[in-house]
């Protein structure tokens, strides 16, 4: 037995994980977009949770040759991906912090603003 799901972020890991350890054939998660254009190709009008599940079974059978099966990442892998994730959250909100400084006129602001930079630079 295959299955494939639309990757749609943390909500289909937990799905995929469950799914791949009762020991499916293949797994595939792919793009939404990929799905959407099967669909127009195949001139769908319908739109609801039947229609979509009939269009990506069909869009698996269509394409299971081309599509490369997911399997889960390690414990390592995921913690490595999640602390990349995390830092590049901080570099970003520091980034943030530092334009609103900029445009401080508020002597108390721009304290603040500059204690919050130091905290996230810990």
Known sequence: ISACLEQTGHYSIAISKALHQHGLHALFLVNPRRIKAFGNQKLRRN???TADARLIARFLVAEQNDLTPWSPKT???EQLTELVRYTESITREIA?????CESAIDPIVLKSLKRRIKSEQK
């Open 47 to 49: 739109k609801s949770d």
């Open 75 to 77: 414990t390592e892998n």
């Open 96 to 100: 943030k912090l530092k334009t609103k």
